[in-house]
């Protein structure tokens, strides 16, 4: 809910972020922010605190022209002695400039996984072509349903294939784009088979997953001439989806693995 007592901040909750969000709006409204000048000044790297089993990240931005400036600070937790990720949480501080006074508190969780998708749409709107496209996904969890979501309003998607190590997953996937969107969704039985589909007839692929141990899960061995990549990456800098290598230095890619 929103709460607001005389003339404390607004709070505004995942739920009522989640009621009042608008992928179209997000889209445009990214656009506008990128298109304006972006420097080290207002939009200066993040910063990154490690404790013990804990990651805090605070990320600032004052948009050119905008009335409001803030910052968004992530804090992530670890399992005890060296074990997996435990739960993150997010959090949106906006600084009114005109009244100089903190405006709002966001429960940042559901704005965080709608802005990726819908600043990846924005992206895909600039780098693929105009005509319709088929598309390769890396992953079925909820970053790459909202962004084969996002990527269907900047662009006629003619044909999905999916993978990801768990099949009830990617079934559930690959079921659920068909029935939502209108689009041929089928998923790949296996790592050689999404890769034989982008190697012959995707024109754009998504990664939207993490392998075990931080290794890439997408070569460039994987892509034909052309291919448009939308890889989400992350805010840290030891995890990653891409190879950084040239594809004739990769030596296997049977060196992959997938996520769960």
């Known amino acids: ?31 506008r922010a990128y298109a304006g000048p972006v420097t080290q000044a207002n939009s200066p790297s993040r910063t990154n605190v490690r404790g013990e089993g804990l990651d805090f990240r605070v990320l600032p931005a004052a948009p050119a022209g905008s009335r409001y400036f803030g910052a968004k600070m992530m804090g992530v937790t670890f399992q005890p002695g060296g074990g997996g990720f435990k739960g993150a949480g997010y959090v949106i501080v906006l600084f009114d400039r005109e009244k100089s006074e903190i405006e709002a508190f966001v429960d940042g969780k559901f704005i965080t996984g709608y802005r990726t998708a819908a600043t990846s749409a924005a992206a895909l709107d600039r780098l693929a072509g105009p005509g319709p496209f088929r ?4 992953g079925s969890g909820f970053e790459a349903t909202t962004h084969v979501r996002a990527f269907a309003r900047v662009r006629k998607i003619s044909e999905i294939t999916v993978h990801s190590p768990t099949p009830e997953r990617r079934a559930a996937f690959a079921r659920t784009m068909t029935e939502e969107l209108g689009i041929p969704c089928v998923a790949a039985e296996s790592a050689e088979a999404a890769r034989e589909y982008f190697r012959e007839s995707a024109d754009v692929i998504l990664t939207a997953a993490r392998s075990r141990g931080e290794k890439p899960i997408l070569f460039g061995d994987d892509l034909r001439p052309g291919t448009t990549v939308v890889s989400i990456g992350s805010t840290a800098p030891h995890q990653r989806e891409l190879d950084a290598v040239s594809s004739n230095a990769v030596t296997s890619s049977s060196a992959t693995t997938w996520p769960r």
Request: aromatic content about 8%; hydrophobic content about 50%; overall charge negative.
């Open 135 to 138: 598309l390769g996904v890396l």
């Open 1 to 31: 809910m929103n709460a607001q007592v005389g003339d404390a901040p607004y709070f505004v909750s995942n739920q009522t972020a989640e009621t009042v969000f608008d992928m179209d709006e997000a889209i445009r409204a990214l656009q």
